[in-house]
């Protein structure tokens, strides 16, 4: 039963973040969209194999699954800060995250459970923001509202995190559970908050619904 409610608690909290993944996935974000689907599908499966202490699947122990995502979740706020940037120009955007992912794949490879070098690539991409705001002479304009939802999404997202690495005092893994749920719809809305004035909106509470009407238009 334990096993049961951690696998839940752990796996199935990935749904939480299907809508950034749509959004992505709408207006292209084609590098984004493949780095969330390459963290849904490493953390799912290595947080199913922790969950029933099954030790290896396919070549890859569960360390390595692990591994992988670690490398997808910190590539995640990678991307983020990226779009938040909102480059003029997208060959900025292309050469940061590719930068980014051999960045974090080394520091990955290295020390994979050091929280440092978990931190490390994500503070320097956060100086990055500032450097180029600084270099156009402004931050970025975003969509204010929607962008404190995000913010405080994700500030009790980072609380979970915090309280989760503590694993013998979170039997069930409920905090990480909120961790993933609360980082998937805080990255939604700051997704969201950045687009373009022409970027394709997702509502969040009826994106599954959205979805059904927009291929039902499609029907003669």
Known sequence: M???????A?????????????????NRFWFP?????????????????DSYNIHEFGYLNVGQW????NIGAIMCFVVLITHM????????????NLCGLFFVMFLQEGR?????????????YIILFFVFAYKNGRFPSYDKKVMCKGLMLMLCAFVFFAWGLDEKNDRFRFFHGMWHTFVGFATFYLWQSALPADAKKVDLYNFYLLTRKKRSHKKP
């Open 2 to 8: 334990e096993q049961h409610i951690t696998f839940l």
């Open 10 to 26: 752990t796996a199935v909290t990935h749904i939480f973040a299907l809508p950034v993944i749509y959004l992505k996935f709408v």
């Open 33 to 49: 969209f493949y780095i969330s689907v390459y963290t849904c599908v490493t953390s799912t499966l290595y947080h199913t194999l």
């Open 66 to 69: 692990h591994r992988l995502d």
């Open 85 to 96: 940037m909102r480059n003029p120009n997208k060959d900025y955007d292309t050469h940061l």
């Open 112 to 124: 994979p459970w050091d929280i440092e070098f978990t931190i490390f690539p994500i503070v320097t």
